[in-house]
């Protein structure tokens, strides 16, 4: 078997200190910390979506290799993480309310961290008003959404109003982003951006702020 596809398959075991340990090996043997994360962790959680929509996983096996995933990155964060930059602007991020998917937007955070960016993590299950409170207190360049549910993407198009309504909208930039979400779909919705992974969403934001 592969390497990264060893860690796939780990993940979608959900088995916890074995995708640690391998991770670690990975890294240690000077596998490129992005390649290991796309190739190896998010390629197994993937994997545990299909199945999981087969009905042959089911929600406690998906949260096991959520978790499992979630300790892989954690190792793999300090190789990423960039020291020193200079601010290259401040975004708030949230997944919007209604989903609890925090996977991507941690990556997404990761990357946009490592590439200089101040970020206020909102966190998970994040309100249409608390992301408009966010913007004036931070006053960030960016408001960052992630949503996984096709439930609840609409809840960006929400915020996105509610902004316009608090005469904020132009004032920030507006990416989206998460499984679901396409980049017509964020036209639509009257985004600023849309990104399809972690790498490219900080790449917009830096032209965002350029
Ligand atoms: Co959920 N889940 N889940 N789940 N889950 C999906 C999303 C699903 C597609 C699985 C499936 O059916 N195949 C399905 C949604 C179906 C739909 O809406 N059409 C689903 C379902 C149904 C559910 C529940 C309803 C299940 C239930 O309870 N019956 C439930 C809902 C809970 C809720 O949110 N209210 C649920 C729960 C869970 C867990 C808690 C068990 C767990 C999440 C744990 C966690 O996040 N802490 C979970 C997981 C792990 C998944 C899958 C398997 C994997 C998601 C993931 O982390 N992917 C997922 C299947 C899938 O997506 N293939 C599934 C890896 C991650 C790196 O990718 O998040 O797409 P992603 O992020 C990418 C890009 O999208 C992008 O960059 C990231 C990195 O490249 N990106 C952005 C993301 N946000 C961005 C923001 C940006 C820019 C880019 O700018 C701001």
Do not use: W
């Not at 997404?108 to 101040?118: A, Q, T």
């Amino acid at each position: 078997m592969g390497k990264y596809s060893q860690l796939a398959d780990l993940v979608l075991k959900g088995d916890q200190p074995q995708v640690e340990q391998v991770t670690r090996q990975l890294l240690e043997a000077g596998e490129d910390p992005l390649q290991i994360i796309n190739e190896g962790l998010i390629a197994g959680i993937t994997e545990v979506g299909v199945r999981f929509k087969q009905g042959e996983l089911f929600v406690p096996e998906m949260m096991r290799s959520a978790k499992a995933m979630k300790a892989g990155i954690e190792i793999l964060k300090p190789a990423i993480a960039g020291s020193d930059i200079p601010s290259a602007g401040k975004v708030v991020m949230g997944t919007v309310k209604g989903d609890l998917h925090d996977i991507g937007k941690n990556l997404v955070i990761m990357m946009l961290e490592s590439s200089g960016f101040n970020v206020v993590d909102l966190g998970i299950d994040v309100p249409v008003d608390k992301f408009v409170a966010a913007v004036k207190e931070h006053r960030p360049q960016i408001v960052g959404m992630s949503a996984l549910l096709t439930t609840t993407m609409p809840v960006m198009k929400q915020v996105i109003e509610a902004l316009a309504r608090e005469n904020l909208r132009n004032q920030v930039k507006v990416l989206v982003g998460g499984a679901p979400v396409s980049a017509e779909f964020a036209r639509d919705i009257g985004a600023d951006g849309y990104s399809p992974d972690a790498a490219s969403a900080a790449e917009l934001c830096k032209q965002m702020v350029g």
